[in-house]
Protein backbone atom coordinates (compact mmCIF):
# COMPACT_ATOMS: atom_id res chain seq x y z
CA UNK A 1 0.00 0.00 0.00
CA UNK A 2 2.68 2.59 0.87
CA UNK A 3 4.26 2.30 -3.16
CA UNK A 4 0.95 2.77 -4.86
CA UNK A 5 0.72 6.19 -2.46
CA UNK A 6 4.00 7.37 -2.38
CA UNK A 7 3.96 7.31 -6.48
CA UNK A 8 0.83 8.51 -6.28
CA UNK A 9 1.91 11.71 -4.76
CA UNK A 10 4.95 11.69 -6.24
CA UNK A 11 3.65 12.18 -9.29
CA UNK A 12 0.97 14.27 -8.47
CA UNK A 13 4.08 16.70 -6.98
CA UNK A 14 5.86 16.69 -10.21
CA UNK A 15 3.28 17.40 -12.38
CA UNK A 16 2.48 20.20 -10.74
CA UNK A 17 4.60 22.91 -11.59
CA UNK A 18 4.40 21.88 -15.51
CA UNK A 19 0.55 22.27 -15.20
CA UNK A 20 0.58 25.97 -13.24
CA UNK A 21 2.55 27.23 -16.05
CA UNK A 22 0.41 25.31 -18.48
CA UNK A 23 -2.58 27.53 -17.12
CA UNK A 24 -0.85 30.95 -16.72
CA UNK A 25 0.32 30.03 -20.72
CA UNK A 26 -3.28 29.13 -21.81
CA UNK A 27 -4.76 32.48 -19.71
CA UNK A 28 -2.19 34.82 -21.13
CA UNK A 29 -2.97 33.74 -24.85
CA UNK A 30 -6.63 32.72 -24.51
CA UNK A 31 -8.33 34.53 -21.62
CA UNK A 32 -6.28 38.23 -22.29
CA UNK A 33 -5.67 38.28 -25.38
CA UNK A 34 -1.69 38.69 -25.37
CA UNK A 35 0.54 37.11 -27.90
CA UNK A 36 2.08 34.05 -28.10
CA UNK A 37 5.33 35.73 -28.12
CA UNK A 38 4.63 37.50 -25.18
CA UNK A 39 3.29 34.75 -23.27
CA UNK A 40 6.18 32.45 -24.20
CA UNK A 41 8.23 33.62 -20.59
CA UNK A 42 5.28 31.55 -18.99
CA UNK A 43 6.73 28.18 -20.86
CA UNK A 44 10.55 29.25 -20.32
CA UNK A 45 12.12 28.56 -17.22
CA UNK A 46 13.74 32.12 -17.74
CA UNK A 47 12.34 35.40 -16.53
CA UNK A 48 13.56 38.66 -17.20
CA UNK A 49 12.09 42.02 -15.16
CA UNK A 50 9.97 43.25 -18.54
CA UNK A 51 7.49 40.67 -17.77
CA UNK A 52 7.09 41.54 -14.43
CA UNK A 53 3.57 43.15 -15.09
CA UNK A 54 2.04 40.90 -17.44
CA UNK A 55 3.35 38.18 -15.18
CA UNK A 56 0.95 39.66 -12.22
CA UNK A 57 -2.04 40.41 -14.84
CA UNK A 58 -1.97 36.76 -15.78
CA UNK A 59 -1.29 35.58 -11.66
CA UNK A 60 -4.26 37.27 -10.87
CA UNK A 61 -6.59 35.51 -13.53
CA UNK A 62 -4.97 31.79 -13.30
CA UNK A 63 -5.02 32.26 -9.50
CA UNK A 64 -8.91 32.85 -9.86
CA UNK A 65 -8.88 29.58 -12.09
CA UNK A 66 -6.94 27.34 -9.81
CA UNK A 67 -9.14 28.54 -7.20
CA UNK A 68 -12.35 27.40 -8.49
CA UNK A 69 -10.48 24.14 -9.87
CA UNK A 70 -9.51 23.43 -6.14
CA UNK A 71 -12.91 24.11 -5.21
CA UNK A 72 -14.61 21.75 -7.70
CA UNK A 73 -11.61 18.83 -6.82
CA UNK A 74 -12.81 19.53 -3.01
CA UNK A 75 -16.60 19.65 -3.01
CA UNK A 76 -17.68 16.31 -3.79
CA UNK A 77 -14.91 14.50 -1.28
CA UNK A 78 -16.17 16.97 1.36
CA UNK A 79 -19.22 15.17 1.43
CA UNK A 80 -18.49 11.81 0.47
CA UNK A 81 -16.04 11.41 3.63
CA UNK A 82 -18.82 11.53 5.75
CA UNK A 83 -20.13 8.48 4.78
CA UNK A 84 -16.67 6.85 3.43
CA UNK A 85 -16.30 4.88 6.84
CA UNK A 86 -19.24 3.53 7.33
CA UNK A 87 -19.89 2.51 4.01
CA UNK A 88 -16.03 0.57 3.83
CA UNK A 89 -16.88 -1.14 6.95
CA UNK A 90 -19.66 -2.66 4.81
CA UNK A 91 -18.33 -2.84 1.49
CA UNK A 92 -14.36 -3.36 2.11
CA UNK A 93 -11.72 -1.04 2.24
CA UNK A 94 -10.16 -1.56 -1.80
CA UNK A 95 -13.28 0.29 -3.72
CA UNK A 96 -12.19 3.26 -1.74
CA UNK A 97 -8.27 2.79 -2.69
CA UNK A 98 -9.22 1.78 -6.57
CA UNK A 99 -11.83 4.79 -7.79
CA UNK A 100 -10.04 7.61 -6.89
CA UNK A 101 -7.10 5.72 -8.71
CA UNK A 102 -9.29 5.37 -11.64
CA UNK A 103 -10.28 8.90 -10.73
CA UNK A 104 -7.03 10.03 -10.61
CA UNK A 105 -6.15 8.45 -14.16
CA UNK A 106 -9.04 9.82 -15.97
CA UNK A 107 -8.47 13.16 -14.74
CA UNK A 108 -4.42 13.11 -16.31
CA UNK A 109 -5.75 11.70 -19.66
CA UNK A 110 -8.07 14.80 -19.64
CA UNK A 111 -5.01 17.22 -18.32
CA UNK A 112 -3.41 15.39 -21.61
CA UNK A 113 -5.95 16.05 -23.74
CA UNK A 114 -6.46 19.92 -22.21
CA UNK A 115 -2.52 20.40 -22.78
CA UNK A 116 -2.98 19.17 -26.92
CA UNK A 117 -5.39 21.14 -27.90
CA UNK A 118 -4.36 24.91 -27.94
CA UNK A 119 -7.49 26.46 -28.70
CA UNK A 120 -8.46 25.60 -25.14
CA UNK A 121 -8.54 28.50 -22.48
CA UNK A 122 -8.10 27.95 -18.63
CA UNK A 123 -11.63 27.55 -18.03
CA UNK A 124 -11.65 24.00 -19.48
CA UNK A 125 -9.00 23.06 -17.21
CA UNK A 126 -11.50 22.88 -14.49
CA UNK A 127 -13.02 20.40 -16.23
CA UNK A 128 -10.50 18.09 -15.71
CA UNK A 129 -10.86 17.70 -11.80
CA UNK A 130 -14.65 16.65 -11.83
CA UNK A 131 -13.68 12.86 -12.04
CA UNK A 132 -11.00 12.66 -9.64
CA UNK A 133 -13.30 14.57 -7.40
CA UNK A 134 -16.31 12.78 -7.93
CA UNK A 135 -14.61 9.35 -7.27
CA UNK A 136 -13.57 10.73 -3.87
CA UNK A 137 -10.38 12.22 -4.57
CA UNK A 138 -7.02 12.39 -1.99
CA UNK A 139 -10.28 11.98 0.97
CA UNK A 140 -11.32 8.69 -0.22
CA UNK A 141 -8.07 7.26 -1.07
CA UNK A 142 -6.03 8.42 1.92
CA UNK A 143 -9.00 6.76 3.92
CA UNK A 144 -9.08 3.62 2.45
CA UNK A 145 -5.69 3.05 2.54
CA UNK A 146 -5.38 4.14 6.47
CA UNK A 147 -8.15 1.96 7.50
CA UNK A 148 -6.73 -0.92 5.55
CA UNK A 149 -3.19 -0.50 6.63
CA UNK A 150 -4.98 -1.05 10.33
CA UNK A 151 -6.70 -3.94 9.13
CA UNK A 152 -4.37 -5.93 7.84
CA UNK A 153 -1.03 -4.86 10.32
CA UNK A 154 -0.58 -5.58 14.16
CA UNK A 155 -0.94 -2.89 16.84
CA UNK A 156 2.99 -3.14 17.07
CA UNK A 157 3.62 -2.81 13.82
CA UNK A 158 1.26 0.39 12.87
CA UNK A 159 3.11 2.65 13.97
CA UNK A 160 5.70 1.52 11.36
CA UNK A 161 3.80 1.55 8.33
Not at 47 to 65: C, H, I, M, P, W
Not at 74 to 102: C, N, Q, Y
Amino acid sequence: MEFPLFFTMLSVSLCGAVISNLVLYRTCVNSLNHTKDECQIFMSSSRNNGSKDLEQEVQKYATFVSMLRTIVESLAPAILSLFLGVWSDTHGRKPLVVWPLLGMSLSSALVVVYSMIDSLGPWWFILTSIPVSLSGGFTSLFTGSFCYISDISTKEKRSLR
